[in-house]
């Protein structure tokens, strides 16, 4: 990373060069509150939302699909660009980003698995169980999207590329 002081020629320009981790932080803030609110309805409160345990099972396993849909369009269309310049995002990379996605989707399954019994067998649903399972994934999620996002802060990509290389990445 380079150590002088990234600068901008207008405010204008800085937002340009921000877009893409604007952007990012939106999705990531759906992910966050997503998760938050699943967290929150495991005690069985999911019912005061008007939805069965079923439905609720249903939003868990769209949360995955969602964001297994979403590393899945990063590792491929956008870490391979920011690769060229920041390490971290190369798929090879020791504890960069493609690891933390590999970390969250084992614990993805671990969660999945849990919400295939209790679909097969609904009497054996656990809200300690469910906690648990969502706690695992908690810390390493969270800690992950908001590494992802200061790292393709403008400040941190202009040093490396060019402001139309950012601006395609973020079409």
Request: proline share 4%.
């Amino acid at each position: 990373m380079s150590s002088r002081k990234v600068t901008y020629a207008s405010p204008e320009e800085e937002m340009r060069w921000n877009s893409l981790s604007e952007r990012m932080t939106a999705f990531h803030n759906w992910f966050k509150e997503e998760y938050r609110t699943i967290y929150a309805s495991a005690d069985g409160s999911f019912t005061k939302r008007g939805l069965s345990l079923q439905r609720y099972l249903d939003t868990i396993v769209a949360f995955n699909s969602h964001l297994h849909a979403h590393h899945t369009t990063e590792e491929r269309l956008v870490f391979p660009i920011l690769a060229t310049g920041i390490p971290k995002f190369a798929r090879n990379a020791r504890d960069g980003h493609v690891d933390s996605h590999r970390v969250i989707h084992d614990a993805l399954q671990s969660l999945l698995r849990h919400v295939a019994k209790w679909r097969k067998d609904p009497t054996t649903y656990s809200p300690t169980e469910m906690k648990a399972a969502l706690e695992k994934l908690a810390g390493v999620r969270f800690e992950h999207l908001d590494q992802e996002v200061e790292d393709i802060r403008g400040d941190k990509l202009k040093p490396y590329f060019t402001l139309e290389e950012i601006e395609r990445i973020g079409r």
